[in-house]
C-alpha cells in the first residue's frame, strides 16, 4: 500500500479472491467458482475511480464483493465510510414500477426510521432539486418517464442517505450520447457538491476519460493494470490494455 494516510481513503481492496457457490443437493458440498483473482486498489477521498474490461470479467462480482452481497474468500475489504451506495445500469433494478418516484426516493428514509415524515418529504424535495428534477415528477411513476429522467431518480435514491462512496455500474451505457453527457456532468456536480468518491463501471472506455481520475483495467477477474487516466491511456503497458484501446477509437 501507498504512503497515504487512511483519512485520504474511502475503500482498501487488498489481495481480494472471491467468487460464487453452486447450488447443492442432498447437503452436498457446493462447488465454488473463483471470479476475483488477487485484487488490490484503493479508493481515494473526492477521486472518480473506473473499472474496464469486457463484459463477464468480473467487475459486477467486485461490485458485489465490495457491496457485502458476496463474502471474500481470500484478502479483505476495508470501507473508511459507510458502505456504499450503488447506481445501477436500468434504474427499474432499484425503481419499482408500481410505486411513485417519491416514494422510491423517501423508501431507505423510512427503512433508516430517524427522521419523521415531514423531515422525510423535506429531504426528498431537496434531492429532487439535485439532480435537476421538477417537483412534478414526484407523482410520476417509473414507466411514466424517460429514461434520462429514471437514472436521475435512480441516483437521487442512492444518494438520499447521504453516502460519501458511491458504486455507479454502467450507469449511462443505456441512455443515448446526449443524455450521458447530462448524466455525467451531473455526476461530476454531485461529487462537488456532496463531496462524493465514486467506483465507475464501465465497458466504454471514452466515457471512462470524460469522467475518471484512475483507472483499473480488468482481465478475467484480475486487474491488470492500473494508473491515473493519462497514464494507461496514453502509456498504456499492457496488451489488453492496448487492444481495449484501439477498439475504443
Avoid at 453452486?22 to 473463483?34: A, C, D, I, T, V
Avoid at 465510510?81 to 417519491?102: C, G, H, M, W
Avoid at 447521504?162 to 443515448?176: G, H, K, M, T
Wanted: glycine content about 6%; some cysteine; proline content about 4%.
Amino acid at each position: 500500500m501507498s504512503n497515504l494516510q487512511q483519512d485520504d481513503l474511502v475503500l482498501e481492496v487488498r489481495h481480494v479472491s472471491g467468487g460464487y457457490r453452486e447450488p447443492s443437493l442432498f447437503g452436498r458440498s457446493k462447488k465454488y467458482h473463483e471470479v476475483i483473482h488477487d485484487v488490490d486498489f484503493t479508493v481515494r477521498h473526492g477521486e472518480i475511480m473506473g473499472l474496464v474490461g469486457e463484459s463477464g470479467t468480473g467487475k459486477s462480482t467486485l461490485a458485489r464483493l465490495i457491496l457485502g452481497l458476496l463474502q471474500p474468500e481470500q484478502g479483505e475489504i476495508i470501507h473508511h465510510t459507510k458502505r456504499p451506495q450503488i447506481i445501477f445500469q436500468d434504474p427499474y433494478s432499484s425503481l419499482n414500477p408500481a410505486y411513485t418516484v417519491e416514494w422510491s426516493i423517501e423508501e431507505p428514509l423510512r427503512i433508516y426510521g430517524k427522521y419523521d415524515a415531514a423531515e422525510r418529504k423535506r429531504r426528498v424535495r431537496d434531492m429532487l432539486e439535485k439532480v435537476e428534477l421538477p417537483a412534478e415528477v414526484l407523482h410520476a411513476k417509473p414507466d411514466e418517464l424517460s429514461g434520462g429522467q429514471r437514472q436521475r431518480v435512480s441516483i437521487a435514491a442512492a444518494l438520499i442517505r447521504r453516502p460519501r462512496f458511491i458504486i455507479a455500474d454502467e450507469p449511462v451505457s443505456a441512455l443515448d450520447v446526449t443524455i450521458q453527457a447530462q448524466i455525467l456532468k451531473l455526476l461530476r456536480d454531485l461529487r462537488e457538491e456532496l463531496d462524493l468518491s465514486y467506483l465507475f463501471i464501465s465497458h466504454d472506455l471514452n466515457v471512462v476519460y470524460q469522467l475518471c481520475d484512475r483507472v483499473l483495467v480488468m482481465k478475467k477477474g484480475r486487474v491488470v493494470e492500473q494508473g491515473t487516466i493519462q497514464e494507461v491511456f496514453d502509456h498504456p503497458q499492457e496488451e489488453y490494455t492496448k487492444s481495449l484501446l484501439a477498439a475504443a477509437e
